[in-house]
T-cell receptor, first 111, second 114 residues
């Protein structure tokens, strides 16, 4: 069965304390790995798509990387406004574009 | 430009009542998706529309759930005879096509069944 697992479930960082969030997947025929950010009471906001192992993408303090089994979201020198739940989702070949989501990592960044 | 919009933003209903949730996709997007997000669980795929093709209904949890898309734009998700376990956030997303394109999400409808 296709599965996407995120760890840790929750992470508390101090401002400026860099860390990484993990997304491991068991999906055969991966077509894409998506990262979203979700603030409380809002819908997921798109961050990145990664299509092949070795690919990296960056946006401000965030960098996403992809291997054949997992993806990492690296957060460098986070700020309180980076506090949110980060979701990853896998798109499998032949699944008519339906994403399989992990349960997310709740990130809190404190001063 | 305008993003995906959903209405109502919140809905409280009594067990056994029917509810309709509405989604307006981004203009020009041909693909539309419905997901459900329950507390402590990941987003769960419900149904997918692509252009004039037959929808992929493989994620609908029971025959109480149905959805339609009129004129290739607005979509309505209907839940008949609601149950308490239907309480969740219902999210709609749209994309430019049905391939690997990014899905953009609306703010969701928070449904509470009493």
């Amino acid at each position: 069965e296709d599965q996407v697992t995120q760890s840790p479930e929750a992470l508390r960082l101090q401002e400026g304390e860099s860390s990484s969030l993990n997304c491991s997947y068991t999906v055969s025929g991966l077509r894409g790995l998506f990262w979203y950010r979700q603030d409380p009471g809002k819908g997921p906001e798109f961050l990145f798509t990664l299509y092949s192992a070795g690919e990296e993408k960056e946006k401000e303090r965030l960098k996403a990387t992809l291997t054949k089994k997992e993806s990492f979201l690296h957060i460098t020198a986070p700020k309180p406004e980076d506090s949110a739940t980060y979701l990853c989702a896998a798109l499998k070949a032949g699944t008519a574009s339906k994403l399989t989501f992990g349960t997310g990592t709740r990130l809190q960044v404190t001063l | 430009g305008a993003g995906v919009s959903q209405s109502p933003s919140n809905k409280v209903t009594e067990k056994g009542k029917d509810v309709e949730l509405r989604c307006d996709p981004i203009s020009g997007h041909t693909a539309l998706y419905w997901y459900r997000q329950s507390l402590g669980q990941g987003l769960e795929f419900l149904i997918y529309f692509q252009g004039n093709s037959a929808p992929d209904k493989s994620g609908l949890p029971s025959d109480r759930f149905s959805a339609e898309r009129t004129g290739g734009s607005v979509s309505t998700l209907t839940i008949q005879r609601t149950q308490q376990e239907d309480s969740a956030v219902y999210l709609c997303a749209s994309s430019t096509g049905g391939g690997e394109e990014t899905q953009y999400f609306g703010p969701g409808t928070r449904l509470l069944v009493l």
